[in-house]
């Protein structure tokens, strides 16, 4: 069992920046690949970054690639993702979750997820 807690979700204006946090405890997290998946009100969840167990590997979906960075600390069991240039069409609850398949993209393969957390980007 791997419980997950996300922290850092808010409000922010159009073109802003926010960092979730991931704290992770129970079983080793490095054993497990690391995602942030959102959902939109109305949207199927989407995977928007995920990262490999020792983090070497990462996955960006197309529509944040070049705005949105992940990143783990195997030591401190955290996974963050930096959200940079953020657009009102990021607005959406984010849930960080883990894989025990290595690093996938479909949301559904990830075995463990957080209680999410809100990010509201206004126009």
């Known amino acids: 069992q791997v419980q997950l807690v996300e922290s850092g979700g808010g409000l922010v204006q159009a073109g802003g920046s926010l960092r979730l946090s991931c704290a992770a405890s129970g079983r080793t997290f490095s054993s497990y690949a690391g995602g942030w998946i959102r959902q939109a009100p109305g949207k199927e969840r989407e995977l928007v970054a995920g990262?490999?167990?020792?983090?070497?590997?990462?996955y960006y979906a197309d529509s944040v690639r070049g705005r949105f960075t992940i990143s783990r600390d195997n030591a401190k069991n955290t996974v963050l993702l930096e959200m940079n240039s953020l657009k009102p069409e990021d607005t959406a609850v984010y849930y960080c979750?883990?894989?025990?398949?290595?690093?996938?993209?479909?949301?559904?393969?990830?075995?463990?997820w957080g209680q999410g957390t809100q990010v509201t980007v206004s126009s």
């Open positions: 979750a883990a894989s025990q398949r290595g690093l996938v993209v479909v949301p559904t393969a990830y075995d463990y």
């Open positions: 990262i490999s167990r020792g983090g070497g590997n990462t």
